[in-house]
């Protein structure tokens, strides 16, 4: 079964609208969370990692100012799109992982795509 | 910056043929390579993956290859069937191993027709 949730899995709103994504671990404890954006047809991009405890390491070209993260425990993190426009639409996916217990690779979430109208 | 290349971007074969996806990656630090499958709608689901102590790893259908010398890395699936078809990811570590960020390729489109 999944180990990672991402919640919710399809989100529509307004041009100007916040809207939050979650990324749970299920059954293991993630000091690590990875968040990616993919557009259609295109490829993962990493927009930035998230260390719980402390602030998020964002990708070049990715503002964070935009794109708020929070990871504020070792089983949740959360990507909030802020003031967001229909360019904001995207698929947006998370990984979990435990920094250093390299026999446990990252697993995925299922996606969340965000359609702004 | 770090790169992956993915090849090719679309791959027809017929069930019971096997199917090859190549990629290359920059970052001399990666260690660890992972495939994943994604199927429409879904997050990428790993399905075979290689550290770079190992040469070739196999599992039933599937093998990944590794020269680290060349900074290559294959995906095999032998006897493909109809729900091997799928979009299919390669990825390399960035500056270390299965933890680390990951740098995607560009992506598969499998097509195994009956």
């Known amino acids: 079964g999944a180990v990672v949730s991402q919640h919710p899995s399809w989100v529509i709103c307004k041009s100007g609208t916040s809207v939050k994504i979650e990324c749970r671990s299920l059954?293991?404890?993630?000091?690590?969370m990875f968040w990616y954006r993919q557009f259609p047809k295109q490829s993962l991009m990493l927009m930035a990692t998230?260390?719980?405890?402390?602030?998020?390491?964002?990708e070049q070209g990715v503002e964070k100012d935009k794109f708020l993260i929070n990871h504020a425990s070792l089983t949740l993190s959360t990507l909030t799109v802020t003031s967001a426009h229909p360019e904001d639409s995207s698929f947006y996916i998370c990984?979990?992982?435990?920094?250093?217990?390299?026999?446990?690779?990252?697993?995925f979430g299922d996606g969340t795509r965000l359609s702004i109208l | 910056g770090e790169n992956v290349e993915q090849h090719p971007s679309t791959l027809s074969v017929q069930e019971g043929d096997s199917a090859v996806i190549k990629c290359t990656y920059s970052?001399?630090?990666?260690?660890?390579f992972p495939w994943y499958k994604q199927e429409l709608g879904k997050g990428p689901q790993l399905i075979i993956d290689?550290?770079?102590?190992?040469g070739e790893k196999k599992d039933q259908r599937i093998a990944v290859t590794l020269n680290k010398t060349a900074k290559h890395f294959s995906l095999h699936i032998t006897e493909t069937q109809p729900e091997d078809s799928a979009v299919y990811f390669c990825?390399?570590?960035?500056?270390?191993?299965?933890?680390?960020?990951?740098?995607f390729g560009t992506g598969t489109l499998l097509a195994v027709q009956p």
């Open positions: 990984s979990a992982a435990v920094r250093g217990i390299e026999r446990k690779p990252q697993h």
């Open positions: 970052d001399s630090a990666s260690n660890y």
């Open positions: 290689i550290r770079s102590n190992v």
């Open positions: 059954d293991f404890q993630a000091t690590t």
């Open positions: 990825a390399a570590s960035i500056g270390g191993g299965a933890t680390n960020k990951l740098i």
């Open positions: 998230s260390n719980e405890g402390s602030k998020a390491t964002y």
